[in-house]
């Protein structure tokens, strides 16, 4: 049998089950500084092992089929983060479109019409959706 040096080592393997604990915790407090405000420092580190832990669990080829897998789903986890907020925005703008047309119709001022406005907060988006990356990959590896 050929040497194949990309087949994963079980160093390898034992690291990349490292990395998804590391990252879980990293991204756990990243999100947490949202909403509790931490020093400027630690959250540039906290935001630095998140970003630096995702793209390497991403990119990084010397894993196994198994951490592939878990990959996968916390892609699926990351990307449901991103969307449901964006279909609610979505389909509160429809709502509020159609009481703008309501209003429209009965009265004749229409200049100071203001539909339900939600401003989505992209720093939130993106610490949620890493949160939900390594979310959906210890689900995922938890599970039988």
Known sequence: MPYNPI???EEDRSFAHFLKYIGFLASFFFLTSYFFPVSA???KILMAMTSSILLTSIFSSR?????YNLRNEGCKWAMAAII????ISALLSVGSLSDKLGLMLATTNNSEINGITLIIDAVL???MAC?????GVIFKSLRP
Do not use: I
């Open 7 to 9: 087949v994963p080592t």
């Open 41 to 43: 420092g630690t959250e």
């Open 63 to 67: 894993f196994d089929e198994h951490y």
């Open 84 to 87: 449901v907020p964006l279909l």
């Open 125 to 127: 988006m993106a610490k």
């Open 131 to 135: 949160f939900a990356f390594y979310a």
